[in-house]
């Protein structure tokens, strides 16, 4: 079964290919460019450098969020049009499930808290134990995240933790830590758990996808607004 997967959840993001459980070639973004701009030629890059084409893919994957709204829907849309010419299923994978996943190994049983930065002073945080979602997704000042987490061993991961290293380390002492590569690829990641999803039975069609915004969107807020005045 061959995966291609999209993640767009960074101004960076990323686009892989997976197949049988291993990720057979995983190429970061240029964050220099609007996604609008790169896509969906990164893929086509990708997809040529591997020697396959489109017709190729079995099931198409995205990442669902949290993060950018403009990048969450752009990614989303292109993935949607590939997966829908092609009469592929197309999965979405929670970004908070890949930065999860790729800490497992560095947890050594300790929590991980997948933080993404959600501007304004906020991160989207979640947190995981052993593979398993134990809070769910939250928008919030990172202070009102951390005073939930003192006293317990906690690593945390996405580019949240890497820009509120100081608050995490200040609030917890020893026992918050920050992985190894806070902003690691997620797109190899997203391939391969969409692959087992889909090998588990999970063949959802493209219209299906739904972004994980977490916080609502600026236009949203603005017409409530109006609505209130």
């Given amino acids: 079964m061959l995966i291609l997967a999209l993640d767009t959840t960074t101004p960076a993001g990323s686009s892989a290919l997976a197949a049988d459980g291993i990720v057979l070639r995983e190429d970061p973004s240029d964050a220099a ?14 997809l040529a450098g591997a020697h396959v084409t489109l017709a190729d893919v079995d099931v198409f994957a995205v990442a669902t969020g949290p993060g950018s709204f403009t990048g969450l829907r752009i990614g989303i849309a292109t993935m949607q049009g590939l997966a829908f010419a092609a009469g592929k299923p197309l999965v979405g994978i929670s970004g ?5 996943r790729r800490a497992d190994e560095e947890a050594s049983g300790a929590r991980i808290a ?7 002073g906020e991160v989207f945080a979640a947190l995981y134990h052993r593979g398993l979602e134990i809070e769910a997704p939250v928008v919030a000042h990172p202070d009102q995240v951390l005073s939930r ?22 609030r917890l002492g020893s026992v918050g830590r920050i992985a190894e590569t806070p902003m690691p690829l997620l797109a190899g990641t997203i391939a391969i758990l969409a692959g087992a999803a889909a090998s588990g039975g999970a063949h959802p069609p493209p219209h299906a996808i739904r972004p994980l915004y977490v916080r609502r969107t600026d236009a949203e807020l603005a017409r409530d607004a109006r609505v209130v005045g």
């Fill in 114 to 120: 997948t933080w993404v930065d959600a501007w304004r």
């Fill in 33 to 46: 460019r609007p996604q609008a701009e790169r896509l969906p030629a990164d893929l086509m890059t990708l």
């Fill in 149 to 170: 987490l003192a006293g317990t061993p906690t690593l945390f991961i996405g580019d949240g933790a890497r820009t509120y290293r100081d608050a995490i380390q200040d």
């Fill in 96 to 100: 908070f499930d890949a930065l999860a």
